[in-house]
């Protein structure tokens, strides 16, 4: 169904490739997720399924057909086979949820008795049927991307494709879709899923494709998240809790070395806005220690302490 051979994508002006050699067969029915870092390639990947973007070398067979022998004019002909999800909804603004979802079949010629039965079908099976004449301003978040769902699904597609399509919504919204999208892969319909939703992906046991730097890192049935894709969140954790440790620890060693940086920082601030800030001002060294919360030394001699940590 879907076939990458040795695929890489180098795109212009960048200094490495954003995929690697990748070798991918997912077949009919399957639930495929693609996880990793930020810029791994999960979406070059679905870019290319799309045909949006062309290899750089390589080939791709979706549906039975070469990509690369797919001329522009035949794109839209093409991805009438495949549906596609993304994480920020792209809901036609001045059109009802029906019209929303009856849009594609009309720009394809289906006949209005036709849409009528398709979208109302649809519309049912996302959960909507009642907000049909709803604006997408008057929906919530998780309403709005059932809409897109429901317009990705009603021409019956044999690949559905989800670039982060939770990645908006709360968790328990979240459930939801993704509930939604495993009814409409138990259907028969093949669904591709790039993500960062790492409980989604452990909770679900289905087959995961890891990304590092454009090369496969493990292709796994059944499998979960995985610490390599997971890493960068580690790594952002442990950054900032080393930061805040560091910073609990990084106490000024007198009052004058507290007061100079706060008058260098006060300085630099007024500057940055063009403003001349009054020496008397600067010159404030209770006031500022106040800001602190430090102890000025001139201001209580009956009380002489050390200065402590910063409050």
């Known amino acids: 169904m879907i076939w990458f051979d040795n695929v890489s994508k180098k795109y212009p002006g960048t200094a490495k490739p954003a995929l690697s050699d990748i070798n991918i067969r997912v077949k009919r029915g399957e639930f495929v997720f693609l996880v990793g870092a930020s810029g791994s390639g999960k979406s070059s990947c679905l870019q290319l399924i799309l045909r949006e973007e062309r290899v750089t070398s390589g080939t791709i067979n979706v549906l039975?057909?070469?990509?690369?022998?797919?001329?522009?004019?035949?794109?839209?002909?093409?991805?009438?086979?495949?549906?596609?999800?993304?994480?920020?909804f792209r809901l036609l603004g001045n059109k009802t949820v029906y019209d929303n979802v009856a849009f594609s079949l009309q720009v394809i010629g289906k006949s209005r008795g036709f849409i009528q039965e398709a979208v109302t079908d649809t519309l049912e099976m996302v959960g909507l049927t009642n907000k049909a004449k709803r604006m997408p301003t008057e929906l919530s978040g998780g309403e709005q991307q059932r809409?897109?769902?429901?317009?990705?699904?009603?021409?019956?597609?044999?690949?559905?494709?989800?670039?982060?399509?939770?990645?908006?919504?709360?968790?328990?919204?979240?459930?939801?879709?993704?509930?939604?999208?495993?009814?409409?892969?138990?259907?028969?319909?093949?669904?591709?899923?790039?993500?960062?939703?790492?409980?989604?992906?452990?909770?679900?046991?289905?087959?995961?494709?890891?990304?590092?730097?454009?090369?496969?890192?493990?292709?796994?049935?059944?499998?979960?998240?995985?610490?390599?894709?997971?890493?960068?969140?580690?790594?952002?954790?442990?950054?900032?809790?080393?930061?805040?440790?560091?910073?609990?620890?990084?106490v000024p060693e007198s009052l004058d070395e507290a007061i100079q940086a706060e008058v260098s920082s006060g300085t630099h601030e007024a500057f940055e806005l063009g403003l001349e800030p009054e020496i008397s001002v600067l010159n404030d060294t209770a006031g500022i220690a106040r800001r602190l919360g430090l102890r000025d030394d001139d201001a209580d001699n009956d009380d002489q302490q050390d200065v402590g940590p910063v409050r």
């Open 147 to 250: 809409v897109a769902i429901a317009r990705a699904i009603v021409n019956k597609p044999a690949i559905l494709l989800a670039d982060e399509p939770t990645g908006n919504l709360d968790p328990n919204t979240s459930l939801g879709i993704m509930t939604l999208l495993q009814n409409i892969n138990a259907g028969g319909t093949t669904v591709v899923m790039a993500t960062h939703e790492a409980g989604f992906v452990n909770e679900m046991q289905q087959r995961v494709i890891e990304l590092a730097e454009g090369q496969i890192v493990r292709d796994e049935q059944h499998g979960g998240y995985g610490i390599t894709a997971a890493l960068p969140i580690i790594r952002e954790a442990a950054n900032a809790a080393a930061a805040a440790a560091a910073a609990a620890q990084d």
């Open 64 to 88: 039975g057909q070469d990509l690369s022998s797919i001329s522009n004019r035949k794109v839209p002909y093409f991805r009438r086979n495949l549906g596609v999800v993304f994480q920020d």
